[in-house]
Structures are given as C-alpha cells and as structure tokens.
C-alpha cells in the first residue's frame, strides 16, 4: 500500500495534476492487475506441478524454470480416482522432488468430463492445500490453444474477404461421452498473449457435427454475399478409438484429422504448460480451483421419499 500511493503521488506531482479519486482508482486498479501478473509470472520460475483430467488424454506433468522435469500420461477410462495419484507420486520420484518442494499447482478446471474434471480439481486443492501454495486453473481451450498454436503459425494461412483477415477452419473437437462430441470452434488470437475467445461450445453426434462443419464452409462476407472456404478442415481431435474412427469414416476425405499421436501437430501436455501466457491463467482469491463440465450431471428424483412426511 505504501508503495503504491508513493508511485500515485510521484505521478501526479510529475504532471502536476490535483488529486483526482477516479485517477486514483484507476492506478489504483493498474498497479492491482501488475502484481497479479507478476506473481503468476515469477510462479514459471519454479517447480509447478501441472494436473490435467478435462482430456480424454489425461496428463500430469513437473515443470522446474520453464523446463520438464518429469511427464506422465494415460488414457481416461474412468480410473482417474486409482491412477491419477500414483502418477503424480511417480513424476515426484522421478524429479527426486517431495511435495514441500513444490512452489505452485496448476490444475486444468475444464471443461470436461463430469468425474474426471471433479477428481482432478479435488486432487489439486487438496494438494495446495496441505503444502500450503497457491493453485492456479488454466480452461482446456487455453491449453488446446497452446498446443496447436505453433502449427498454425507455421502451415496455416489467414485467408481474406474484403477488408476482413479471418482464420482457417481449425476445430478442436473433444469427447463428450455417450457417443456424442463436444466441438469447440474458437478464433486463433494473433498471439497468445491475448485472451482466447470462445465462439462455440456444442455437443453433437458424429453425424451432426460433420453437418454443423460443413454449414460453416459458406460464412457471410457482408450481409449480402456469401464466401466459399477454399481451404480444408482440420480437426484436431481428442477423442476415443472408436469416435475417431467413425468419424474418419463419414467425413470427407479432405479434411485434415490429427490427434496426440501426431506429435508435430499437437504439443504434449507438458510443453503446453510451459507455453501457455499468465493472461489466460487464473487465481481466484480463495485459492481454490472450480471445475467446468461439458454437459451438466445427471441427477435422478428419488422414486419415493426419502423421509416420510407427517
């Protein structure tokens, strides 16, 4: 506090300006959001363990100065309750770290799968909470978007309509379980120290998502022209064997498909993690992660009362 009214005064006495409560608020405000990000930066020059159950590909990674120390990775099969810890207790082993050594824990809140994305939040708080550390949640379009965001650099190019520089046809499309997917359609920020954007998030069939995306290929111009996408879609998949390969199956041959087998495409978990700017991380005052779902739980009525009623 002392500090910053020092650097209000030192400012108004260099412009000569009286004293003025929405200035003040306004610095005020400024010198707030500094800090914060300060913080959330000098917290990748430590040891941060990063906790990911909001993927079909689930992942728990050490991360020491911006550098991997230990990864490990497993597919969700609803074990994440018998897995998750062990894999953790692992990459401690490995990075010859307890967890008094940890300086911060990073913890993806979703969205995702219902059970998964409680279990991996639960860990994560109880984690933070007993080191006493601070705990800090990234979204899964966040990681996605750091994931992917050096391909497109390299091989995708922006294409123009008029006076308009749009995105290519990149779709992240995810596992929703029931044998339906969850699309996420979001606009590729210039760099990612800006905020990514969420456009779309809807779950589909396999059949419904490949009509969804075609509909996408005609987009409006202006309000009276309508412009072709000559470019292929690419789907940057994070789906189960058997969704991926229906939906290799019905959709064209055109589209570009990829998952986390194609290594040169899609950044492990870890390396997302090192990528990922302190604009899109998150630390609530409480110190606690909330989890985000793709669909809300299904809670069934009771068929009778629990209690009688007099």
């Known amino acids: 506090r002392i ?27 400024k010198y707030y959001y500094c800090v914060i990000l300060w913080a959330v930066e000098s917290l990748f020059f430590k040891t941060v363990l990063g906790i990911n159950t909001a993927t079909h590909r689930e992942s728990v990674a050490i991360v020491q100065n911006n550098k991997i ?5 497993w597919t969700g099969n609803k074990n994440e309750s018998s897995i998750l810890l062990k894999s953790i207790d692992k990459c401690l082993q490995k990075s010859q770290l307890e967890f008094s050594d940890l300086d911060g824990v ?51 190019t922006h294409r123009t309509t008029g006076d308009k520089a749009t995105n290519n046809n990149v779709f992240v499309v995810m596992s929703a379980g029931k044998g ?18 969420i456009s779309q998030q809807q779950i589909f069939s396999v059949s419904e998502l490949i009509e969804h ?20 879609i690419t789907l940057l998949c994070d789906l189960t064997h058997i969704e991926k390969d229906e939906l290799q199956n019905k959709c064209p041959k055109t589209w570009n498909i990829f998952d986390e087998s194609d290594s040169k ?28 779902y793709l669909r809300p739980p299904t809670i069934t009525q009771a068929k009778k009362p629990l209690y009688a009623t007099s």
Request: proline letters at 7%.
């Open 265 to 292: 495409v899609v950044l492990p978990f870890a390396k997302a993690l090192i990528m990922i700017p302190p604009a899109l991380i998150y630390h609530s005052e409480a110190n606690i992660v909330t989890p985000r």
């Open 180 to 197: 339906h997917i969850a699309l996420i359609d979001f606009a590729i920020p210039d760099s990612l120290d800006a905020r990514a954007t």
């Open 3 to 29: 500090m910053r009214n020092h650097w209000y005064r030192k400012k108004r006495c260099e412009n000569h300006e009286p004293y003025n409560h929405k200035k003040h608020r306004q610095h005020r405000a």
């Open 106 to 156: 990073i913890s993806v809140s979703g969205p995702g799968p219902f059970s998964a994305v409680r279990i991996g939040t639960a860990t994560a708080n109880a984690i933070a909470f007993s080191i006493k550390k601070p705990i800090y949640a990234v979204t899964t379009e966040a990681v996605w978007l750091a994931r992917v965001n050096a391909i497109l650099k390299q091989s995708m």
């Open 213 to 232: 995306i075609l509909k996408t290929e005609v987009r409006n111009e202006d309000d009276d022209k309508n412009v072709t996408i000559k470019n292929p």
């Open 69 to 73: 120390l230990a990864e490990r990775n």
